[in-house]
């Protein structure tokens, strides 16, 4: 049974940074591209970045692209996302999530998700 847990979410103040965690298991996991995802109560999940099986190809929209930054350690297992320069509109639930399908940018395309971090950024 595949599983992914994130780890790494929690308060902050506006400003300062936090990098989240994804570890994956029973996948092969460098076979998957992986994504981050985003979701607060009552809206939809809303992606963040995405990054292909080998780490050579990475993706963000212009909400967060210079802030925010995945990664990924294949001999670990591990996804990273690491987040700069927080503001309080980014306190939301984060996911991680694996697809076959390569820098996938919608939850539709993910086959695997993890339970969620709660960050909330204070101001």
């Known amino acids: 049974q595949v599983q992914l847990v994130e780890s790494g979410g929690g308060l902050v103040q506006a400003g300062e940074s936090l990098r989240l965690s994804c570890t994956a298991s029973?996948?092969?996991?460098?076979?998957?591209?992986m994504g981050w995802f985003r979701q607060v109560p009552g809206k939809g999940r809303v992606f963040l970045a995405a990054?292909?099986?080998?780490?050579?190809?990475?993706y963000y929209p212009n909400s967060v692209k210079g802030r925010f930054t995945i990664s990924r350690d294949n001999a670990k297992n591990t996804l990273y996302l690491q987040m700069d320069s927080l503001k309080p509109e980014d306190t939301a639930v984060y996911y991680c999530?694996?697809?076959?399908?390569?820098?996938?940018?919608?939850?539709?395309?993910?086959?695997?998700w993890g339970q969620g971090t709660p960050v909330t950024v204070s101001s």
């Open positions: 029973g996948l092969s996991f460098s076979s998957y591209s």
């Open positions: 999530a694996a697809t076959a399908v390569p820098v996938a940018t919608t939850p539709q395309n993910y086959e695997y």
């Open positions: 990054i292909r099986g080998s780490g050579d190809v990475t």
